[in-house]
């Protein structure tokens, strides 16, 4: 293994941030160009490189920002788009994405930060670095705009796993009141079950049973439990985090994407019309620019995968710099703040608690957890 080495910190408080570099639409270049932008406006972030050396080296070198704060790992191989997990499970050893986790189990990063197949993310993280003891499956997290005062919602799951029973969604609820708090700093997340109505008799059995674990638990778990929502309240106001299965919440923000994508397009067409549309653009122009930066999904690109011995942020594929800088902005904040040692206290003393009393008894145990 070939590197470019920093052996001394320049801050006592230096956060390193394992990056993939190969994994992106765009390339090296732009996942550097990325991590870049992210040296220039924090000086306490420190990064190991995955990928092949003579890449890497040449860009990381044309970047000032980055001296001394890049370790590069040679790395040969590439996990693409269309691998299959169970294919790179098996003969991803030598692959960028490989490297990146090994960097996390062995201790020497904080987090990662990837643009690379999700579906293969995943399968690695979870064989290398192992789920947290009680969960059964791990979730997506996304940060959704919204009308709330924060100005995003938390969803998840958005596509871990398709399958999730009532046990699985109350340890969403769990774990993504514990991402809302040490990414919102909100103190008391207010917690919405996503179905087809807001009625309690609607939904399938499952769903019903995962509302009254949920509502069992608000009062240990110190959130809020708002009930069930509808499609409409994703990007709403009435709930801070919004629990639903991976099939959902992946059809959701893929149906969300497609829309706003429509509504841009649309918007342009309509201001090239005619002359006078023209000139209404250029007058709207200062609040079309305010609309543009609310909605512009590479200021909260990246989906956090919770449940995992570990800070794993997944970036779009087809981020530019500023969605790669977000992504890792987002990882260093949640391991500046220990979040992944938080998690992992929330939800073995969830484990302990749903396995030691009936549901019926949940809200009535005494021990209080911290995030």
Request: aromatic share 4%; hydrophobic share 40%.
């Amino acid at each position: 293994m070939t590197g470019q080495t920093d052996h001394t910190k320049a801050s006592a408080n230096r956060i390193t941030i394992s990056v993939d570099a190969m994994g992106g639409d765009a390339g090296p270049t732009v996942v550097v160009a990325g991590i870049a932008l992210s040296a220039k406006k924090n000086p306490d972030i420190g990064f190991i490189l995955h990928g092949p050396i003579e890449q890497l080296k040449p860009l990381v070198a044309k970047k000032r920002g980055l001296d001394g704060r890049v370790e590069i790992r040679d790395a040969r191989d590439v996990v693409t788009m269309q691998d299959k997990p169970s294919q790179v499970m098996r003969n991803g050893k030598g692959t960028s994405m490989w490297s990146a986790i090994e960097s996390i189990k062995l201790g020497e990063a904080d987090g990662i930060v990837s643009c690379g197949n999700t579906g293969a993310l995943m399968a690695l993280s979870m064989i290398r670095l192992r789920k947290l003891p009680g969960v059964n499956r791990p979730a997506i997290a996304i940060l959704w705009p919204s009308r709330n005062p924060q100005g995003f919602n938390v969803m998840l799951d958005v596509g871990a796993d398709v399958r999730a029973d009532a046990q699985d969604l109350l340890q969403y609820a769990l774990m993504g009141t514990s991402y809302t708090r040490n990414s919102m700093d909100i103190a008391r997340p207010r917690v919405g079950l996503l179905n087809v109505g807001t009625e309690e008799h609607k939904g399938h059995a499952e769903l019903k049973d995962a509302y009254a674990m949920i509502a069992d638990h608000a009062d240990r778990g110190n959130f809020e439990f708002v009930g069930f929502v509808e499609g409409s309240d994703i990007p709403g106001d009435v709930a801070d985090v919004i629990v639903t299965d991976g099939f959902t919440g992946n059809v959701a923000i893929k149906t969300g994407e497609g829309t706003a994508s429509l509504i841009g397009t649309t918007l342009r067409e309509a201001f090239r019309y005619s002359i006078l549309s023209r000139l209404a653009a250029l007058l709207a122009l200062p609040s079309l620019a305010r609309l543009s930066k609310k909605i512009d999904p590479r200021r909260v690109n990246g989906g956090v995968f919770l449940g995992l011995n570990g800070t794993v942020v997944k970036s779009h594929g087809g981020a530019d710099a500023t969605g790669v800088s977000a992504a890792v902005k987002l990882a260093f904040r949640l391991a500046q703040q220990g979040f992944a040692e938080k998690l992992a206290a929330r939800v073995a003393s969830s484990v302990a608690v749903t396995q030691d009393a009936p549901l019926g008894d949940i809200s009535r145990t005494t021990t209080q957890q911290k995030d």
